[in-house]
């Protein structure tokens, strides 16, 4: 082991910061030793487990980690992927975090060698989705292709999505990565400040209720994580009316289907409710799943991806085991809405999702509630 590597192993639980130990792996970085950070790495995790408690050794890890996925050029893209193929720290929630910070720093032919190396079936797979949600062209990728489109995956969860990106999916919020950290927007909130639309007093067919376990699961599949892992709270339901329900007559509909989100609504608290493109309800769905809730940090961009279309396929009442693109079908022959309520279930912090789906014939109503707070 280097002996730089091997004080800093050895140091590194009795620091109080480790600013001194970044500035060293940069400066090793700088000079154009790439290997270093990930020796480090992988000394660190050998020590202190992939799972290492010490927050110093989160922090360097981290450091190291994005250092060499977020800063262009083959080698760097090489010694991630050694970094993080490595026995010492390799893992699937890793690899998916690993894809999505070589996507966004990475040319698309310098991550070919993901596909020729040591890299897991898992990492491969989340870096063709990544690089598809960033308009890579994957099938003309010298290196990727033969990859992604060879049937052995298929069997992969990922293997369901396809290659190219809809128009749906074309306002995805993907982070902005770098050495120190990340940002990303949020498309979805608490009510905004606009007066809302007067709701129409218009007839109302008898519902009732159809809400299935699995159909509930299904729906919230996206906003999941903000429940398991955060502090969210979700609420999915279907309903069935005798008589088509007019596009309309959904915002009083809403009121009158005894949703513990709306509770309130309309007398108390303002409502608003607006017909939207699917685009919309995918981009809130991806934002929720890929990026998590208050105190998590989601699937990131491959999974977020799926989740988004899994809840998309749930809410438009896609046959089980449609393909892509007949869920893509579907989900363009409902009606879309986006609701926004003041009620005391809405957390009105910064995660709050209400989305309604009017299925085509408009006898049935899928409405996926979700909020989450810090």
């Not at 010490?54 to 800063?71: E, G, N, P």
């Not at 074309?170 to 982070?175: H, N, R, V």
């Not at 079908?329 to 609701?339: E, Y």
């Amino acid at each position: 082991m280097n002996e730089q590597i091997q004080k800093i192993v050895a140091e590194l639980p009795n620091l109080k910061n480790v600013t001194g130990v970044w500035a060293a792996v940069d400066d090793r970085f700088a000079q154009g030793d790439s290997a270093f950070p990930a020796d480090l790495g992988i000394a660190l995790a050998g020590t202190y487990g992939s799972e290492g408690q010490l927050w110093q050794y989160r922090s360097v890890f981290d450091r190291v980690l994005r250092l060499l996925a977020t800063t262009p050029g083959f080698d760097n893209a090489s010694q991630a992927l050694r970094l993080v193929s490595s026995a010492e720290v390799a893992g699937r929630k890793l690899d998916r975090y690993t894809a999505s910070l070589l996507a966004s720093g990475h040319e698309p032919a310098d991550l070919a060698v993901a596909f020729s190396g040591h890299a897991s079936e898992e990492l491969r797979a989340c870096l063709v989705h990544e690089l598809v949600l960033r308009g890579v062209d994957i099938e003309a990728t010298p290196g990727i292709a033969g990859w992604a489109t060879s049937p052995h995956w298929h069997h992969h969860p990922l293997g369901w999505l396809p290659l190219t990106l809809s128009d749906v999916e074309g306002c995805a919020d993907l982070p902005s990565y770098g050495t120190g950290g990340s940002s990303h927007s949020m498309p979805y909130g608490p009510p905004d400040s606009r007066e809302p639309a007067a709701i129409a007093d218009v007839r109302v067919p008898s519902v009732e209720e159809t809400t299935g376990p699995a159909t509930a699961t299904a729906m919230a599949k996206a906003v999941a994580n903000w429940a398991e892992e955060s502090n969210g709270r979700i609420e999915a339901r279907v309903f069935e009316f005798a008589e088509p329900l007019g596009v309309g007559a959904v915002p009083k509909a809403l009121l009158a289907l005894g949703l513990k989100c709306l509770h309130g609504a309309g007398k108390k608290a303002a409502l608003s409710v607006d017909v939207r493109p699917p685009a919309r309800a995918w981009q809130l769905l991806f934002a929720a799943a890929s990026t998590g809730g208050a105190y998590n940090s989601g699937s990131f961009g491959a999974y977020g991806r799926l989740a988004a279309w899994q809840s998309m396929a749930a809410l438009s009442r896609s046959p089980q085991g449609a393909t892509a693109d007949e869920v893509e079908a579907r989900v363009r022959d409902c009606t879309w809405h986006v609701f926004e309520a003041g009620t005391k279930w809405f957390e009105q912090v910064a995660w709050d999702i209400g989305l309604a789906a009017l299925a085509p014939g408009h006898r049935h109503l899928s409405v996926l509630a979700a909020t989450d707070t810090d």
